[in-house]
């Protein structure tokens, strides 16, 4: 299969190409992404079939139906990276939590966050493909906290490969902020931002296409490359644990061939209910894709009036930071999927000049087909967390905004992003649990909820802090290059 641009002019000839290059070069013409055309299809036969297999096997089935232009041999090597999650066997676990309600933990891998899912499998194919081209890479991606430290991680001492992060100084939670600042790795560099995550997002995308930046970099001999979901390479995986997802409601028994069920997940950038919606158009059978945000809401406004409105929004901060966002990046392949290229540019081109851009009724319709979304503020998500947490549950201030969203009438699975210890402080404040200081206030809640502190979060407080820079966005380029050129 080959990827598509999913930004066209009128008349305008799509470029199509390969997984490679979209994963090496990930924007595409009048800055648009990559996305395919079609999904391949699983039979209801095979789907029964799948339901035996274990994680890994799953995954390599459902890659090799895309048929990319990436050797076996390299997605192989890529899944096995799962080995380093807590259940060598089962990176991904699914729980019931309640009558009718299931939570898809995804957060099971090295940083504590969904992120890894994806992130883990990327950096082993980038460092491959890199070698393979004896080419070397620059991989740079803007995080709102946990694109970050999976990042520096996945890519950690990796030959051919520097990764680099920007995050928002003051936009992470202290653990979040700790794992990037504190990251090893001769390759790697972590830069604060002083700005919030669309800051962020925007510096990136500026740099990714900044031909100034690009010529400096090649002078040193390096390409660039994003780690962010604008990479389809992401994305991929991302659709896998969607997939798992309904092949454990199969497989326990849980649901017929013939019914479906709603999958509810904390949105931000929308790559994970992407991953969601691709699923669903590869045949599993999910009923409605549920899209909660948080006070930033932006989301919840385009489902239900089909408006996409930027003008006088600012974005708040909230308890569920990985959800700050007002510049959804992958909401465009969810338009490219539906409405086509030509008019994704035109909508795209819209919100870039305008700020807003508003759907047609049928266009709204049709994504309505799929999606229902909702918002859960901060005093909500408390209720939520102490809620459970009172039941010996521990769930995170991102995912518990998905419990807003349960119909407890159908089958209902909540997509679990994050380990609560990256979020502390919020669960206690919940909780109305009263704490010394973070590490303290990790302890305590723990126990708690019956739980042990992972030691890698525990020694982040005592790690040397490697990365302490906090920068402008105007020095952000001379920054990266210095530290290239050296
Ligand atoms: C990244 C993240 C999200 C948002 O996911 P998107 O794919 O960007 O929509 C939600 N929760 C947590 C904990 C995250 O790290």
Not at 108 to 136: C, V, W
């Amino acid at each position: 299969m080959r990827l598509n641009p999913t930004r066209l002019d009128k008349n305008e000839k799509p470029k199509q190409v390969g997984l490679k290059r979209a994963l090496l070069s990930p924007s595409s013409n009048h800055g648009g992404l990559y996305a395919p055309l079609k999904l391949p299809k699983i039979t209801d036969k095979k789907w029964q079939e799948l339901s035996l297999l274990s994680y890994e096997k799953i995954a390599l089935y459902v890659i090799s139906l895309f048929k990319f232009d990436v050797d076996e041999k390299i997605f192989k090597s890529a899944i096995k990276r799962y080995k380093n999650f807590d259940k060598p066997n089962e990176p991904v676990q699914f729980k019931k939590l309640a009558k009718n309600l299931y939570i898809n933990e995804l957060f099971h891998g090295p940083t504590r966050a969904f992120k890894d899912m994806a992130l883990q499998p990327f950096g082993e194919i980038l460092s491959l493909l890199a070698k393979e081209q004896k080419q070397n890479y620059l991989i740079m991606c803007a995080t709102s906290g946990d694109t970050g430290p999976a990042t520096l991680k996945t890519f950690a001492n990796s030959k051919n490969i520097k990764a680099l992060c920007l995050y928002p100084a003051n936009g992470t939670s202290e653990v979040q902020r700790l794992q990037m600042v504190c990251m090893q790795g001769e390759n790697l560099k972590t830069i604060g931002i002083n700005g919030n995550f669309d800051d962020a997002q925007r510096a990136l995308k500026t740099l990714l296409s900044s031909q100034n930046f690009k010529s400096e970099l090649s002078k040193s001999k390096f390409n660039l490359s994003a780690a962010n979901s604008v990479n389809f390479g992401r994305i991929l995986f991302q659709i896998i644990y969607h997939t798992y997802a309904y092949l454990r409601l199969l497989k326990l028994g849980l649901i017929n061939k013939n019914e479906t069920f709603d999958i509810i997940v904390p949105s931000g950038n929308f790559g994970n209910a992407l991953g969601a919606y691709y699923a669903k158009k590869m045949g599993a059978k999910i009923g409605k894709i549920k899209i909660v945000s948080n006070a930033n809401n932006i989301l919840t406004e385009l489902f239900t009036t089909g408006i996409y409105d930027l003008r006088g929004k600012k974005l708040v901060k909230t308890i569920s930071p990985a959800m700050d966002i007002l510049i959804s990046s992958n909401v465009e392949r969810l338009l490219f999927d539906k409405f086509g290229a030509v008019r994704t540019k035109e909508l795209m081109d819209a919100l870039c000049k305008d700020k807003f851009y508003k759907l047609t009724k049928d266009e709204l319709s049709l994504l309505q087909d799929d999606f229902v979304a909702d918002f859960c503020t901060d005093s909500e998500c408390e209720k939520f967390i102490k809620e459970w947490a009172d039941k010996k549950v521990a769930i995170d201030p991102h995912t518990a905004t998905c419990l807003k969203m349960v119909d407890d009438k159908k089958i209902n699975v909540i997509t679990s992003t994050a380990h609560w210890v990256k979020f502390a402080p919020s669960m206690l404040k919940a909780c109305k649990i009263d704490a010394k200081n973070e590490k303290d206030g990790l302890l305590k809640f723990a126990k708690n909820v019956n739980e042990v502190v992972p030691e890698s979060i525990l020694e982040l407080f005592d790690a040397k802090i490697l990365h302490p820079e906090v920068t402008n966005q105007e020095q952000i380029e001379a920054k990266i290059l210095d530290w290239i050129k050296k």
